[in-house]
């Protein structure tokens, strides 16, 4: 039987990797294919929020591409989702003031797009990170925007996590009263909604409400109300502090056999699946409640195994601390490869227009050059719209950045400037086309087509003169 007990997490946890593998392949395939930009920023925020349970290294690299990405192509949506991701990774890996400034900075997106729902989880993400670093004024200044921005549009889904966290962070200020309003409002969302991961954490709140209440009947009937959708959702976390919640609650009632049985239940879940902070408040409770039950051997073993989850737990800091650095220089190196490459291709675009421009004025000189020549009418003509065509498509290309950065490359927008734009321009482009036309083929005429002499009409005169006094004589 402990065989199995012992094999069942590891079965659980190799069945979730193999589905998030697959998961992962098939958004891999899905980003070889993808052809737009766009598509592509999306796809990458996706990969990063698979890794996001298992690996957040890998979350934090392909989020930052993703970022990358979508900066450079000014799209608002991906950047803010990229940010979003990065902040997440951050969140898991401990680092906190990292994961707070990603979260400000998609905030600030956000609040440019102007999407209440996403400026409402922007700011419940912070009150998030405010609480894990036991910062409860913060967190709750954040929770309460979030919560005033729900409801002011009526977003029920958000609702059941910000009176979640409302209540969270009041139970932690000692304020239970409004601890018990929030959470009770989100567990009864939460039930109508049927989201069962939702129900057990509002059940595990209402226990630690009620237990510092000392309200230990009312504590023990909620954390017992969790435990199955707890399980369910395999809230492991979650779990082991329901299963220690209701370990203190016989321990107040003295009922130390119980309060062994269900401590013990908290520690194995917690340390089988990592969450080392809530093995050793188990282990904590352990050593007490056996110290009362006089069995001292197994409370000093209990002892080392806290002093050994300490050493742990400092060693994992010290541990992540390291890969914060490493994570961050790699990164670093990225950014550095990826603006070169940038550079390089910013660089090309200059280079070629101005080739392009000054291939414009040769362009026209070429034209002026073959008009001096015995050519066909047709040719000058060719020549002289060529060159006009690409005079005016060249301004066009110069104002097409500008435009499209002022519109927040909008097509829609867009297209509205250059057809006003086009309106401006076809008719002066017609005539000076016209214009220069005309005067290519007149200086390719008379260059070519020399006047025929004008005749003397004085000599004429004086001939016609002489003939007629010859008449009169005669």
């Keep these: 039987m402990k065989k199995l007990l012992f094999l069942l997490p590891m079965v659980l946890a190799t069945t979730f990797l193999f589905s998030q593998g697959n998961e992962l392949d098939s958004l891999k395939k899905a980003l070889l294919l993808e052809k737009t930009d766009t598509g592509k920023i999306l796809t990458l925020c996706y990969i990063s929020n698979i890794y996001q349970n298992f690996n957040p290294d890998s979350a934090l690299i392909v989020a930052q591409q993703a970022h990358f990405m979508a900066s450079k192509a000014k799209y608002l949506k991906g950047e803010s989702r990229a940010y979003y991701e990065m902040a997440s990774a951050f969140n898991s890996m401990g680092n906190y003031p990292k994961a707070l400034e990603y979260y400000l900075q998609q905030l600030k997106i956000e609040e440019k797009r102007n999407f209440p729902w996403n400026i409402a989880s922007s700011y419940l993400n912070l009150a998030i990170v405010y609480i894990n670093v036991k910062d409860y004024d913060n967190a709750l200044f954040y929770a309460k925007i979030c919560d005033s921005i729900v409801n002011a549009n009526n977003y029920e889904d958000l609702s059941i996590y910000s009176l979640?966290?409302?209540?969270?962070?009041?139970?932690?200020?000692?304020?239970?009263?409004?601890?018990?309003?929030?959470?009770?409002?989100?567990?009864?969302?939460?039930?109508?909604?049927?989201?069962?991961?939702?129900?057990?954490?509002?059940?595990?709140?209402?226990?630690?409400?009620?237990?510092?209440?000392?309200?230990?009947?009312?504590?023990?009937?909620?954390?017992?109300?969790?435990?199955?959708?707890?399980?369910?959702?395999?809230?492991?976390?979650?779990?082991?502090?329901?299963?220690?919640?209701?370990?203190?609650?016989?321990?107040?009632?003295?009922?130390?056999?119980?309060?062994?049985?269900?401590?013990?239940?908290?520690?194995?879940?917690?340390?089988?699946?990592?969450?080392?902070?809530?093995?050793?408040?188990?282990?904590?409770?352990?050593?007490?409640?056996?110290?009362?039950?006089?069995?001292?051997?197994?409370?000093?073993?209990?002892?080392?195994?806290?002093?050994?989850?300490?050493?742990?737990?400092?060693?994992?800091?010290?541990?992540?601390?390291?890969?914060?650095?490493?994570?961050?220089?790699?990164?670093?190196?990225?950014?550095?490869?990826?603006?070169?490459?940038?550079?390089?291709?910013e660089r090309n675009q200059k280079l070629q227009l101005l080739l392009i421009g000054l291939s414009i004025p040769i362009f026209f000189l070429l034209s002026v050059m073959i008009s001096r020549n015995k050519v066909h009418k047709k040719l000058i003509e060719f020549f002289g719209v060529v060159s006009i065509l690409m005079l005016f498509e060249y301004i066009t290309l110069l104002l097409h950045p500008f435009v499209a950065e002022k519109t927040g490359h909008s097509p829609f927008y867009e297209i509205i400037i250059f057809v006003l734009i086009a309106a401006l321009i076809t008719p002066l482009h017609h005539r000076f086309q016209h214009w220069v036309i005309t005067k290519l083929t007149e200086m390719n005429y008379l260059k070519h087509h020399k006047p025929e002499p004008a005749v003397n009409e004085n000599v004429n005169e004086e001939i016609i003169g002489e003939d007629e006094s010859n008449i009169d004589t005669k």
């Design 164 to 345: 979640l966290d409302l209540g969270d962070i009041y139970e932690k200020k000692n304020k239970l009263d409004s601890a018990l309003y929030y959470v009770s409002n989100s567990l009864a969302k939460a039930k109508n909604a049927d989201e069962k991961q939702m129900i057990g954490t509002a059940y595990n709140n209402l226990g630690n409400i009620y237990l510092k209440l000392n309200k230990l009947d009312i504590s023990y009937t909620n954390f017992l109300a969790g435990l199955p959708y707890q399980k369910e959702t395999s809230n492991y976390s979650i779990l082991s502090e329901s299963l220690l919640g209701l370990a203190k609650v016989f321990e107040k009632k003295e009922q130390l056999d119980s309060s062994l049985h269900f401590g013990k239940e908290s520690f194995h879940i917690a340390y089988d699946n990592q969450f080392l902070l809530n093995a050793l408040d188990a282990t904590v409770l352990l050593s007490r409640v056996y110290k009362k039950t006089k069995n001292i051997d197994s409370s000093y073993a209990y002892q080392e195994t806290m002093i050994m989850l300490k050493d742990s737990i400092d060693s994992r800091d010290k541990i992540k601390h390291i890969q914060f650095m490493t994570t961050e220089e790699e990164i670093r190196q990225k950014e550095i490869a990826e603006q070169k490459q940038i550079e390089i291709k």
